[in-house]
């Protein structure tokens, strides 16, 4: 009986909230939180995808496992929907504000427009990014509006710069992202 009163506490903290265990520490908790899978055209996940509204902004927490070592583009597109094989039905750019692509380009940036990816020499990358002021679900400008919005992994790096896209090649995993 002692046993198990002194391995109760590892077990319930072993299963606390999803997003404690990606990365999120502290804080005040998400008023909203969705996760999906990062999929190919043939239907195979290459990870997971999690966005947690917070009072700051929104947090993307991203898992990848099983692709070439280097750096992907990421993207947040305008419709949640995910058809192989180009994932052109996720749209453009979530980009609200109509600006050009890329932290680095004047005239930029999207508000979808996001960090690389980096993939290490065992298959396996990670991306934990807070978006100030980007909202979920209220807001004057939503991400997840009637249709959705998508989480896009391409062939390529962004190269942070050139508009539209950042020259981050063909889209070849895609995530659906929906309001309730």
């Given at each position: 009986?002692?046993?198990?009163?002194?391995?109760l506490?590892?077990?319930?903290?072993?299963?606390?909230?999803?997003?404690?265990?990606?990365?999120?520490?502290?804080?005040a908790?998400?008023s909203?939180?969705?996760?999906?899978k990062?999929?190919?055209?043939?239907?195979?996940?290459?990870?997971?995808a999690?966005?947690l509204?917070l009072?700051?902004g929104?947090q993307?927490?991203?898992?990848?496992?099983g692709?070439?070592p280097?750096?992907?583009?990421?993207?947040?597109?305008?419709?949640?929907?995910?058809?192989?094989?180009?994932f052109?039905s996720?749209?453009?750019?979530?980009?609200?504000?109509?600006?050009?692509?890329?932290?680095d380009?004047p005239m930029?940036?999207?508000a979808g427009?996001?960090?690389?990816?980096t993939?290490?020499?065992k298959?396996?990358?990670?991306?934990?990014?807070m978006i100030?002021?980007?909202?979920?679900?209220?807001?004057?400008?939503?991400?997840?509006?009637?249709?959705?919005?998508a989480?896009?992994?391409?062939?390529?790096?962004d190269?942070?710069?050139?508009d539209?896209?950042?020259?981050?090649?063909?889209?070849?995993?895609?995530?659906?992202f929906?309001?309730?």
């Open positions: 009986m002692r046993q198990v009163l002194l391995l506490p590892l077990m319930l903290a072993a299963c606390g909230p999803k997003a404690e265990s990606l990365g999120r520490v502290g804080g908790p998400p909203l939180m969705l996760s999906a990062l999929l190919t055209a043939e239907g195979n996940a290459l990870g997971d999690e966005l509204q009072a700051e929104t993307l927490i991203v898992a990848v496992k692709l070439p280097g750096q992907y583009g990421l993207h947040i597109h305008a419709i949640g929907r995910c058809v192989g094989p180009d052109a996720a749209g453009p750019h979530f980009n609200p504000a109509g600006r050009q692509h890329g932290r380009n930029g940036s999207h427009d996001l960090p690389n990816i993939v290490d020499a298959g396996v990358g990670n991306l934990n990014e100030p002021g980007l909202r979920l679900a209220d807001g004057a400008t939503p991400v997840l509006d009637d249709d959705g919005a989480i896009v992994l391409h062939g390529k790096p190269d942070y710069r050139s539209p896209a950042g020259n981050a090649g063909p889209r070849f995993a895609c995530a659906e929906r309001k309730g």
